[in-house]
């Protein structure tokens, strides 16, 4: 049977709950934005008018403001957020149980086995248009296609608020022409790649033989091309299906530069102790390190490590985590942000091999004292126990929000 697939985009999501909590908003030019007092001032979400005002998301405050003086700027509110979010997909799953969120404001609908019932593409996505705005208050931009891939292209085609239909008779007519920048997961390295070679267009990169593209993009290439033709053959899974956790981290630009090692390790530590909670409540424990770090001339930074005894406590991956920092950074600026990541997880229990070098008693400790301090957090919250060295200012602001990503992959843009 033909695929049936829409993917439903919230229009401005966070502009548009903001201005339904607050009609003195509507009208105007606004965006949310992060506190620039804690150094995340960047463009989060905008209106309409701010978008024709130039208004990009992503770009700090200061370029928002030179382009759009009478900018009004509002602070997000991550719960109002989460609670629009799943009145929408209260609404999607009258209409299908194959509903898979890609982040909180867009889903996939597998609807092939609801046509009989509701009607066809066209007609479940008005209806589910139209009932957005009445029920939710939010409009939304839906495509309809065979395929993921053009579904989502769909939905960015028009807004806001309209139906876009992608069939496969007629979507290398749409698709086609549309430059390669267009297609979920071609960035600007690869973009350049593809120019660099001759290809501008989505029917260029369809027309050119797959193994040229290939040797330049590798497998990801691959994938590229079957999605340019049409090929795109993953499922929208159903609302019980959950992908496999493949990472835990955490991380924050700090309200002010880092200018030593100590002040680097105190922010680790706290940001440790949530990638370890999650770590417990998932039953996982890590293999694996990871940091980011960024300077305060915004060069981005990236390092990794094994553990040599898997581990789900704060303490260790702190002290991974800074063992690696001190080997790796060289300090030729001081630190502006900072992240830890928990990765090569495995199910927690599972045992390591021993060797003779270990401190296997320092380790043993180092466990239990973790494992006291997650329970009295859990019991009396997070402030009831704490290390002394960060009982002061750490320079971090006082709410470190904790946005957990899906994993990328080709299943999963």
Known sequence: MKKVILHSDMNACYASIEQKLNPKLKGIPMAVAGNPKNRNGIILAKSQEAKEAGVKTGEALWQAFAKCPDLTIVPPHYDEYLKHSKLARKIYYEYTNQVEPFGLDECFLDVTGSTHLFGTGEEIANKIRERMKKEVGITVSVGVSFCKIFAKLGSDMKKPDAVTIIGEDNFKEIVWPLPVREMVGVGRATERKLNGIGIFTMGELAQTEPDLIRNLLGINGIYLWEYANGLDIRPVHDRDHKEPV????????????????????????????????????????????????????????????????????????????????????????????????????????????????????????????????????QKYGKDAISFLGLMRDIKLPKEINEIITLPMNHYNF
Do not use: H
């Open 246 to 377: 493949k990472t835990i981290g955490n991380s924050s630009t700090c309200r002010k530069d880092l200018l030593n090692n100590r002040e680097v390790f105190n922010v680790l530590q706290e940001l440790s102790f949530s990638v370890s909670r999650r770590l417990r409540q998932a039953g996982l424990e890590a293999s694996g390190v990871e940091i980011f770090v960024r300077n305060n001339e915004l060069q981005s930074y990236n390092f990794q490590k094994p553990i040599k005894l898997a581990s789900q406590s704060s303490i260790v991956l702190a002290r991974e985590g800074f063992d690696l920092f001190k080997e790796k950074y060289k300090w030729d600026f001081p630190v502006r942000a900072v992240g830890i990541r928990a990765i090569k997880l495995r199910k927690e229990g599972g045992g390591s091999q021993m060797d003779v070098f270990s401190d296997y008693k320092k380790l043993i400790k180092d466990e239990n004292c973790d494992t006291a301090i997650y329970k009295i957090r």
